[in-house]
């Protein structure tokens, strides 16, 4: 059964650092989005992405983060200058009808 | 602003012991209601989507049902293996939105032999 992949799955960094976290969707959607979850809250939107550009975001998602798909498989999302309350789980789904299928996620430790 | 409230926060089940997670919503508008569970350290896993009221989702155990203001997660006869946290997610339909899920904070269900 296709799903969605991440890499890395934790990924621990000093404050002021850039990170790049990875994700390849399900190969058929078209639709990508990027979450998170920091410990004990709710799932969060941070982004969404169709056709090649960004179609929504959310107030979190501010100028230190962006998001591309640097070819036909994956997905990135890019931190450019993490702050500790970057620290969370990250989570990236696809879909191509209505339901979002979710990848296990990416630990981002800000220490 | 939109808003999706779970209840109870967490439930303590004896295997056999059938329950119901609430999810109530306020939205301006509903495209679409959906449940997922969720494994320690692990991502959404989609059980089910409603999109109107009246309709319900049969799944194993589970069995999801949409009002016009709330659904309920049915568990009957839950097993240990059911333990996880069920979380709820609405979908509006804004002419810009797309599809961007609003979840709720979940509830956390240990299901004890």
């Known amino acids: 059964e296709p799903e969605v992949t991440q890499t890395p799955s934790h990924q621990v960094t000093q404050m002021g650092q850039e990170v790049i976290l990875r994700c390849v969707p399900i190969?058929?959607?078209?639709?990508f989005y990027w979450y998170r979850q920091i410990l004990g809250q709710k799932v969060e939107f941070l982004v969404s992405f169709y056709n090649n550009e960004i179609s929504e975001k959310s107030e979190i998602f501010d100028d230190q983060f962006s998001v591309e798909r640097p070819d036909g498989s994956n997905f990135t999302l890019k931190i450019r200058s993490t702050k500790l309350e970057d620290s969370a789980m990250y989570f990236c789904?696809?879909?191509?009808?209505?339901?979002?299928?979710f990848g296990p996620g990416t630990r981002l430790t800000v220490t | 602003e939109d808003q999706v409230t779970q209840s109870p926060e967490a439930l303590r089940l004896q295997e056999g012991e059938s329950s119901s997670l609430n999810c109530s919503y306020t939205?301006?508008?509903?495209?679409?209601l959906f449940w997922y569970r969720q494994d320690p350290g692990k991502g959404p896993e989609f059980l089910f989507t409603?999109?109107?009221a009246g309709e319900e989702k049969e799944k194993e155990r589970l069995k999801a049902t949409l009002t016009k203001k709330e659904s309920f997660l049915h568990i009957t006869a839950p097993k240990p293996e059911d333990s996880a946290t069920y979380l709820c997610?609405?979908?509006?339909?804004?002419?810009?939105?797309?599809?961007?899920?609003?979840f709720g904070k979940g509830t956390k269900l240990s299901v004890k032999p």
């Open positions: 997610a609405v979908q509006t339909n804004y002419g810009g939105s797309q599809g961007n899920l609003i």
């Open positions: 190969s058929n959607h078209l639709y």
């Open positions: 939205v301006s508008g509903l495209r679409g």
């Open positions: 789904a696809s879909r191509s009808t209505n339901e979002q299928y």
């Open positions: 409603l999109y109107s």
